[in-house]
């Protein structure tokens, strides 16, 4: 990775992310993931179940989905969900616990925090059946506010990131652990206004950033957010 990337690393943009309304958005924007999930009757996994939105999320619209956590304290909180299975098992090792067992496994922002992506994704791999299918998030290091806005570059990089993904290297650590037929899609999280607020602030949106615009500006939002995903240069990007 850069040297100069390297000295930039702060926590900034790490201790932004934790915070309430930013996880609140997270877990909405999540469970708008579904299209790419389709059948209810999959059993479904996901990998880094955190504060277990996600899993409620889909335990309400009837989906089959397990969590896994090593987070001691999240995994308090995990256990306490009605009716979910949540396993504590550490993918940089091998699960033979649960191989073959389900149908699709999801990732969503954990695989930026791995220091062995393949070992870890061919472990992930051993779990699925022999059809089944990954989804994975990630940051997009392709983001095109990072050539934008220096501040918004020197605020991007986390310590708690160890790798960091554009299209072609997502796609390319997927294949190189055996994972066929990947496309990567582009995804943004925040809004245009979002984007406007660094160019005149150089800083986050401390409190409530938006996320999208309501009406009548909402044709505004969709065309940003539609021509930067098409180009994948967006602030996320997810495989299939």
């Known amino acids: 990775m850069n040297k100069n990337i390297i000295k930039s690393f702060s926590n900034k943009a790490s201790s932004y992310d934790s915070q309430s309304f930013v996880q609140k958005n997270v877990n909405k924007r999540l469970l708008n993931r579904l299209d790419f999930i389709k059948h209810k009757k999959k059993h479904i996994l996901e990998i880094g179940s955190g504060n277990g939105f996600f899993l409620e999320g889909l335990k309400k619209e009837k989906y089959n989905v397990s969590g896994c956590e090593i987070s001691k304290e999240r995994l308090i909180h995990l256990?306490?969900?009605?009716?979910?299975?949540v396993y504590n098992h550490d993918f940089n090792?091998?699960?033979s616990e649960l191989e073959g067992k389900f149908d699709i496994v999801v990732l969503f922002h954990v695989l930026e925090h791995i220091s062995n992506p393949k070992k870890f994704l061919e472990?992930?791999?051993g779990v699925l059946k022999g059809k089944g299918k990954i989804i994975v998030e990630v940051p997009n290091s392709d983001d095109h506010q990072l050539t934008l806005n220096?501040?918004?570059n020197q605020w991007y990089w986390q310590r708690a990131h160890v790798n960091y993904y554009h299209p072609k290297t997502l796609s390319e650590i997927l294949t190189k652990s055996k994972f066929k037929?990947?496309?990567v899609f582009g995804i943004q999280?925040?809004?245009i206004e979002?984007?406007?607020?660094?160019?005149?602030?150089?800083s986050p949106q401390k409190e409530n950033p938006t996320f999208?615009?309501?009406k009548p500006f909402d044709w505004i939002e969709k065309s940003y957010k539609t021509r930067i995903e098409k180009k994948r240069v967006s602030d996320t990007i997810i495989a299939v």
């Open 194 to 202: 979002n984007m406007f607020y660094w160019k005149l602030k150089n």
């Open 79 to 85: 256990k306490k969900l009605k009716n979910t299975t």
């Open 212 to 214: 999208s615009l309501s």
């Open 150 to 152: 220096e501040n918004y």
């Open 181 to 183: 037929k990947i496309k």
């Open 189 to 191: 999280r925040y809004s």
């Open 123 to 125: 472990n992930v791999r």
């Open 93 to 95: 090792f091998k699960v």
